[in-house]
């Protein structure tokens, strides 16, 4: 078939995909571009290709940054303590769901469990100072009314981490079940019938045949997690952080855009995203590397 | 008999870990729920946890006269509207030919779409092209960047490979254009994945906060979630005041006005939730099985 025939037989197809590359192009790509802002002494007068070239200038600069190396272990600190907490989470309550018999009550519960996903971080930042306040929050009035101190859950630092932590456990644990109750699903039925002839009790199966049968999910699922460790939201430590507990809770992304959007040091914020964006690339791709390897499946 | 009780010991237990996590995942929304029903006197006593004290509307009442949240609720409602259609159009015109195997050039195109599943510009780059575009601070800025989510494209287009090819055979047979198939008899098969990604598109779009700081300036176009934002950071300013020892609750706004606003940006989804939530959990079946 030749290139006329094959065109006019099939031009609509590419019509329809006109539109979905431009906004690619437009999108995606023109920002790609914009990363020259980390190599130029960028202002807005002379724009991105006017603007004088400084090579690695800033480079130097961001990385004799204090804020810098402060920001990127908070990133990686909050992510790991996130990995210890909200990783193991989803798995054990996944499998409480899974011993429950009561069908109408374990739907319910699944119910209520996945709402705090859909739940975003600001209205959770609204609820979390109702919640966690030193004067008048929930909690403090019940520590206070039981004649303890009041702990300043969102203006100390040490304590505003296990905020947090806990924060993000509520958001995500019942969420996180969905994967692993479908993995559970999966499991063959005899198995438990033929651990009841030989007398297993009910946290023996648990332990022997339900953990085991999760384990590649539990595996592709922390590889996953490992791939994304220096990526972090930007909502939920901009939200629930604040200037008092700062030395923790100034991530990456808050950083960026603190420098650029806030005080319009755009080369440097630049740097700074560009910087988290191949460093991130490196831990995907090593990531899905490892999981090929010990999984023996792509996660791409 | 004996494994009989310690199994029926273990669901009971069970049982009640399970309601007890349920608890703890209401809770925070039913303090907000009796803060916003409260008098304010019982608010500053510490007197509400769960339940409203000294039950009174004037906190809703004052958040539905607010004529400004009411415009910001009508405004969301309109973007994420207009955003989800347009997300949707796009991804059904790039899916349908992409799922097309034999079709020439979609390596490239398929190319050119994973690779900005792992690199993007960031952030920075990103402001300077809406900036350049002349959308700052209005709508678009908040539609255009985010259409077309590549994941969900990948979605969409796992999904139009699995419907049997006889289908679009016969219909070609009859002299059906390309574009015709897809609308008459494509789309209507997809219609549970296309819910689906619709809503992940809107909920998404409900919730986006980012990008509506960095945009939008004027307070007439502000979303649900960069207004509420105001209040979160109203309630930080009291909360750091206090610690530097002022005494004396939040200059700015009642408590109890605080949490009716909370509740009225949460409730809309609430609402919509339990109607949709098998749609949800498919969706994160969906993207499993590629992801």
Known sequence: MNLAVYLRRYWQLYALLVLPVCYFIVFKYAPMYGILIAFKDFNFFQGINGSEWIGFEAFKEVFAMKDFYKTLRNTLMLNFLDLLVSFPAPLFLAIMLYELKTAWFKKLSQTILYIPHFISWVIIGGIVYQVFGTQSGMINNIITSMGFEAIPFLTDKNDWLITYLAVGVWQSAGWGTIIYLAALTGINRELFEAADVDGAGRLRKIWSITLPSLKPTIVTLLIINLGHMIAIGFDRPFVIGNTAVRDYSDVLSTFVYRIGIESGQYTLATVVGLFQAVVGLVFVLGANYASKKLADQSIM | MREQQASRTFDVVNTIAILFFVLLCLAPFLHILAISLSSARAIMSGEVSLLPVELNWKAYKQVFTDMSMIRSLGFTVVLTLIF??????????????????????????????????????????????????????????????????????????????????????????????????????????????????????????????????????????????????????NNMVSELMQAEGATGQSMLQPEGLKAASVMFATVPILLVYPWLQRYFVSGVMLGAVKG
């Not at chain 2, 780059?125 to 255009?144: C, F, G, K, Q, T």
């Open chain 2, 84 to 233: 989800t259609v347009l997300c949707m159009l796009m991804s059904i015109a790039a899916a349908y030919p992409l799922a097309k195997t034999k079709l020439k050039g979609r390596k490239a195109v398929m190319f050119l779409i994973v690779i900005t599943m792992f690199f993007s510009g960031g952030i920075i780059p990103e402001y300077m092209l809406v900036r350049n575009l002349h959308l700052l601070d209005s709508i678009w800025a908040l539609v255009l960047p985010g259409l077309i989510s590549p994941f969900y494209l990948i979605i969409l287009i796992t999904f139009f490979q699995n419907i049997p090819d006889s289908l679009e055979e016969s219909a070609e047979m009859d002299g059906s254009s390309h574009i015709r198939t897809l609308i008459s008899i494509i789309v209507p098969l997809s219609m549970p994945v296309i819910a689906t990604l619709s809503l992940f598109y809107a909920v998404g779009r409900w919730n986006g906060f980012q990008d509506t700081l960095m945009y939008i300036t004027s307070p007439e176009m502000y979303p649900l979630q960069l207004k509420l934002y105001q209040l979160v950071q």
